[in-house]
Nanobody, 125 residues
Framework: VQLQASGGGSVQPGDSLRLSCAAS????????MAWFRQAPGKKREFVAA????????YYADSVKGRFAISRYKAMNTLDLQMNSLKPEDTAVYYC???????????????????WGQGTLVTVSS
């Protein structure tokens, strides 16, 4: 089982980026999937998640209204559209999948079983 994140890069404040996570090895159609991020010297923090059914999405307050998470079950991929990027969004972004995650634990890194390798997003003028 592998998750491969891509799409990171260096941008200026106000720019947009789209991250993508490709899953291989098995289908994640019935699993919750999420994006987390970790800035240097900080703990890994929740960014956004989509529920196991795909019917609900959840966002950290810091990205609500700027980021959008999308899952494409047929292609086993997960995207994160990031708009109006800020310097504080600078971090390594990780995608994660959890097939036993309950709704109340969607924001908890330990609830997820599978992780991608991370992709670096740098926002700087």
């Amino acid at each position: 089982v592998q998750l491969q994140a891509s799409g990171g890069g260096s941008v200026q404040p106000g720019d947009s980026l789209r991250l993508s996570c490709a899953a291989s090895g098995r289908a994640f159609g019935n699993c919750a999937m999420a994006w987390f991020r970790q800035a240097p010297g900080k703990k890994r923090e929740f960014v956004a998640a989509v529920s196991r059914t795909g019917g609900s999405t959840y966002y950290a307050d810091s990205v609500k209204g700027r980021f959008a998470i999308s899952r494409y079950k047929a292609m086993n991929t997960l995207d994160l559209q990031m708009n109006s990027l800020k310097p504080e969004d600078t971090a390594v972004y990780y995608c994660a999948a959890g097939c036993r995650v309950i709704t109340s634990a969607l924001r908890v890194p330990a609830a997820y079983d599978d992780w991608g390798q991370g992709t670096l997003v740098t926002v700087s003028s």
